[in-house]
């Protein structure tokens, strides 16, 4: 049974940072993550995506809100991917996921972690 599993959120003061990890399990052999993403969600708001690598070629993307503050990035021998958030803005607080999708295309999240940008 394929697990992810987050770390890393927190309380930090705006301008902060913080590095999001999200470590897959059980995958089979043969299987394997093609991608990884992290989304978001803030109270009220809908779920946006943050960013996504491809675990070949390490090619990214990212939402508008986060480009040039977050990089996403991927071990894949640790099967880990991160996010390292500079720049941290009240308007990023949100619960964020991890995604990763096989190379089957099966979806898998995580449990989500909380980010909270205060003063």
């Known amino acids: 049974q394929v697990q992810l599993v987050e770390s890393g959120g927190g309380l930090v003061q705006p301008g902060g940072s913080l590095r999001l990890s999200c470590a897959a399990s059980?995958?089979?052999?043969?299987?394997?993550?093609?991608?990884w993403s992290w989304y978001r969600q803030a109270p009220g708001k809908e779920c946006e995506l943050v960013a996504r690598?491809?675990?070949?070629?390490?090619?990214?993307n990212y939402g508008d809100t986060v480009k040039g503050r977050f990089t996403i990035s991927r071990d894949n021998a640790k099967n880990t991917a991160y996010l390292q958030m500079n720049s941290l803005k009240p308007e990023d607080t949100a619960v964020y996921y991890c995604?990763?999708?096989?190379?089957?295309?099966?979806?898998?999240w995580g449990q989500g972690t909380q980010v909270t940008v205060s003063s």
């Open positions: 995604n990763a999708l096989s190379g089957a295309l099966d979806d898998y």
């Open positions: 059980g995958f089979t052999l043969g299987t394997y993550v093609m991608s």
């Open positions: 690598i491809t675990s070949a070629g390490g090619s990214t």
